[in-house]
């Protein structure tokens, strides 16, 4: 009998504990801002709803959700130390898209749109596409900082993307203060032949 009585009384209190981390999760306060701990490069300023996410992208410095809603985002920051004198705005935004959509069957492509993000030039391109037996919605939005090349990489289920939403967000993000990168031409060329600017 005082098995059983032990064996319930454990019973309740693990399924009580989860209980409360489901609640605490719940009312857990959202919004906050994200910063990039790997290379200080970026920062957002999440919206109330929004909370840190893990494991949507393994490349991605910053990764949020709202999870009542099913929207998603994230940063990849690039250090203009990594490429050479004279890629551009463009030329980054293209390539970085292509690998976006790699494995999403493209149905419609909207853009090149330029925007100014965080007093950067940036290039917007809304996707649609789909993938796993579902519809999705991309906002991928490159933005050309003083220190690196940024990703900002927003989407959701066709039903639940929302570009006023998403543009939102890009009003929190920001490029975070540092040294100026050192940056080098290709082989073989001069730095007189390359343009400095990277848009």
Known sequence: MSILVVA?????????RDRL?????????????????ELGLARLQLPAGWRPAHDLNEGACIQAISPVHGRHVIVISESL????????????????????????????????ETRTVAGCEAVQFEIEGFHDNTWLKYLHTTV?????FHQVIAWATQSRYQRAVFDALLDGFTELPGPDPIRRPPPGIEPKQLSTRVH
Do not use: C, M
């Open 8 to 16: 319930l009384t454990v019973s309740f209190i693990f399924l009580y």
């Open 144 to 148: 050309a900082g003083r220190r690196a």
């Open 81 to 112: 130390e990594d490429y050479a004198i004279g890629v551009t705005l463009h030329e980054h935004a293209e390539v970085t898209r292509n690998l976006l959509t790699r494995g999403v069957r493209v149905t419609k492509v909207i853009g090149p």
């Open 21 to 37: 981390r489901h609640v605490s999760w719940r009312q857990r306060p959202s919004g906050g801002a994200l910063v990039d701990q």
